[in-house]
């Protein structure tokens, strides 16, 4: 498949799923190899305050995720580092960690913009390409924050593999970097697709229910136990969509379309406020933003809005 296919894929539309980088997995174990990339003259660095991006501003409207490595070394000291892979050209890419405590300060100066990862895939703050790096190097960097310690014995635990997995200093126990899997899925029954919403979400927005997916449960199953347990609907066949990287803090969607055997919805109300079934009709007006009662669904970078339009406008069924 060609790189042209590739881009053309549901999954390369979304959010966080765009990435040109030669991961190069087969230098993780070589420090050497590793510390000589590091200081190489064209590495560049993508940047974490605690939990909060840095980016750089080249002007007015435009940033980008990628410092210099004594650009990186002004922002502060880096608490934990990952080796992301290499740029067209063989140039290095790592993520480094810094004290969320900085955050404010780093606010402070004119040539930074400190935002939400959300905001920044949002607002399309920077080139589609560094976004899926950003949000490679944060749910990797957010696992090292969250794994000091081994789940094994208690004991602490020190990175290792370039930033790709965690040994205990106590038990030698290795951990690994985890993705959870979220299924999504948007049931349809006839002309019409359930769509529903959180209290959480913004006024008027709804979107496709989800869940995480259980131990022992493929895929399929965990949509028609999700569908069921949240909407009261029994679902048949299961499509497999698109899929999309997650980074909140570090999960995969797996977006499915469902067929819904049932008419009547039942709300779990301690997940969803509300939810009913929408037309054909009415799931274009809202991926157009002209719904006659202003809802709308998610944004272009969310999967759900990928299978909004996979179901309402290219005419995909389960």
């Known amino acids: 498949m060609n790189d042209a296919s590739i881009r053309r894929e549901r999954s390369a539309q979304t959010g966080f799923a765009t990435s040109t980088l030669d991961r190069r997995a087969d230098l993780r174990d070589k420090p050497d190899a590793i510390e000589a990339l590091r200081h190489r003259s064209d590495t560049r660095l993508t940047v974490v305050a605690g939990e909060t991006p840095v980016l750089k501003r080249l002007d007015d409207e435009t940033q980008t995720v990628w410092f210099s490595?004594?650009?990186?070394?002004?922002?502060?000291?880096?608490?934990?580092?990952?080796?992301?892979?290499?740029?067209?050209?063989?140039?290095?890419?790592?993520?480094?960690?810094?004290?969320?405590?900085?955050?404010?300060?780093?606010?402070?100066?004119?040539?930074?913009?400190?935002?939400?990862?959300?905001?920044?895939?949002?607002?399309?703050?920077?080139?589609?390409?560094?976004?899926?790096?950003?949000?490679?190097?944060?749910?990797?960097l957010d696992w090292h924050a969250r794994h000091r310690f081994c789940a094994q014995c208690g004991g602490p635990s020190e990175p290792g593999s370039a930033g790709w997995k965690r040994q205990c200093t106590a038990c030698g126990a290795q951990h690994f970097p985890r993705t959870d899997p979220v299924v999504i899925m948007l049931a349809v029954r006839g002309d019409n697709c359930l769509l529903a919403r959180q209290s959480r979400f913004a006024p008027g927005m709804f979107s496709c229910i989800a869940g995480f997916v259980e131990p022992g449960e493929?895929?399929?199953?965990?949509?028609?136990?999700?569908?069921?347990e949240e909407a009261g609907l029994r679902t048949g066949m299961v499509r497999y969509i698109a899929s999309q990287p997650w980074p909140f803090p570090g999960s995969l969607m797996i977006g499915c379309i469902a067929q819904a055997l049932n008419d009547d919805i039942v709300l779990d109300e301690t997940?969803?406020?509300?939810?009913?079934?929408?037309?054909?009709?009415?799931?274009?007006?809202?991926?157009?933003?002209?719904?006659?009662?202003?809802?709308?669904?998610?944004?272009?970078?969310?999967i759900a809005n990928t299978l909004l339009k996979a179901w309402a406008v290219d005419g995909e069924e389960a």
Not at 103 to 122: F, N
Not at 218 to 228: G, I, K, L, S
């Open 218 to 228: 493929t895929f399929e199953d965990a949509v028609r136990r999700e569908t069921w």
């Open 271 to 302: 997940e969803l406020e509300a939810g009913r079934w929408f037309s054909r009709t009415e799931a274009l007006q809202m991926l157009k933003g002209e719904h006659p009662d202003n809802l709308f669904c998610p944004p272009h970078m969310a």
């Open 69 to 140: 490595h004594a650009e990186a070394q002004l922002l502060g000291s880096g608490l934990d580092e990952a080796f992301l892979g290499l740029a067209a050209g063989g140039a290095p890419r790592f993520a480094r960690l810094i004290d969320k405590g900085l955050v404010e300060m780093l606010r402070e100066r004119p040539e930074l913009l400190l935002t939400d990862l959300r905001s920044v895939a949002l607002k399309k703050l920077v080139p589609k390409a560094e976004l899926g790096p950003l949000g490679e190097g944060k749910a990797l």
